[in-house]
C-alpha cells in the first residue's frame, strides 16, 4: 500500500520563485526519503530525515519533519527550469530489508 | 559509489509472450536489490525485493517472478505477459544510510 501522499499533485511556478511540495504518511518510520525523477528516468536520491531529526538542508533543499503530524515537506528555494521533475517522497518503516513505500508523487514544472 | 544497469531500456512484447528483464550492480557486494514498477504518472509499486543470492520475497500476487543468480544480478522474468504487465520497470540496490540508488529503467508495453 502507498503510505506517502504528497501534496499537491502538480505544481507550476516561475522561475527563481520558491516550490513547497508535502508529504503525510501513516505510521511511525525510521526515516524519510525525498526523490526526484526526470522524465522517463529512474529516480535520484535528494535528501534523507531521521525521524529523530525535524529539519535538513542540502544546497537549495529544505527538509522538515514533523512525526506527531506524520508529515513532511520539501522546499526548494529560488526555483530553475532544470529543477522540472516529479517529486516523491518514500518513508522506511521499518519492515525489514529496508523497504520504501513510495508516495504518488508531485509533479513540478519551473516556468522561465 | 553503485552503479545500476538495466536492459533494454524499451521493451514491446505480445500478450502471451515471456519476458526477462535484467538488472545488474555495480560498486558493491551482496546488496538488497529491489524490483519496482511505475504505473504513467503514478508512483512506485515495490514488487521484489532480495536480501541474498537465491533469496526472493514477493509483495504483491502477480504475474511476474524473480530470481537473483549472482549476488549482483537481479532478473524479472513472466511466463506469460498481461496486458496488466505494461509499465516502467526501475531496479534499485540498497545504499548507504537506507538510501536508494536506481537504475534508468525499462518501459514495457505489452500489446
Known amino acids: 500500500s502507498q503510505q506517502g501522499e504528497e501534496d499537491p499533485q502538480a505544481l507550476s511556478i516561475q522561475e527563481g520563485e520558491n516550490a513547497t511540495m508535502n508529504c503525510s504518511y501513516k505510521t511511525s518510520i525510521n526515516n524519510l526519503q525525498w526523490y526526484r525523477q526526470n522524465s522517463g528516468r529512474g529516480l535520484v536520491h535528494l535528501i534523507l530525515i531521521r525521524s529523530n531529526e525535524r529539519e535538513k538542508h542540502s544546497g537549495r533543499l529544505r527538509v522538515t519533519l514533523d512525526t506527531s503530524k506524520k508529515s513532511s515537506s520539501l522546499l526548494i528555494t529560488a526555483s530553475r527550469a532544470a529543477d522540472t521533475a516529479s517529486y516523491f517522497c518514500a518513508t522506511d518503516a521499518n519492515q525489514g530489508a529496508q523497504k520504501l513505500v513510495f508516495g504518488q508523487g508531485t509533479r513540478l514544472t519551473i516556468n522561465p | 559509489s553503485q552503479t545500476i544497469h538495466q536492459w533494454p531500456a524499451t521493451l514491446v512484447q505480445p500478450v502471451g509472450s515471456p519476458l526477462s528483464l535484467e538488472c545488474t550492480v555495480e560498486g558493491t557486494s551482496n546488496p538488497n536489490l529491489y524490483w519496482y514498477r511505475q504505473a504513467a504518472g503514478r508512483g512506485l509499486q515495490l514488487l521484489f525485493y532480495?536480501?541474498?543470492?537465491?533469496?526472493i520475497s514477493s509483495e504483491v500476487p502477480q504475474n511476474l517472478s524473480a530470481s537473483r543468480p549472482q549476488d549482483r544480478q537481479f532478473i524479472l522474468s513472466s511466463k506469460k505477459l498481461l496486458l496488466s504487465d505494461s509499465g516502467f520497470y526501475l531496479c534499485a540496490c540498497l545504499g548507504p544510510g537506507g538510501t536508494q540508488y536506481f537504475g534508468p529503467g525499462t518501459r514495457l508495453l505489452v500489446l
Open positions: 532480495s536480501v541474498g543470492i537465491g533469496q
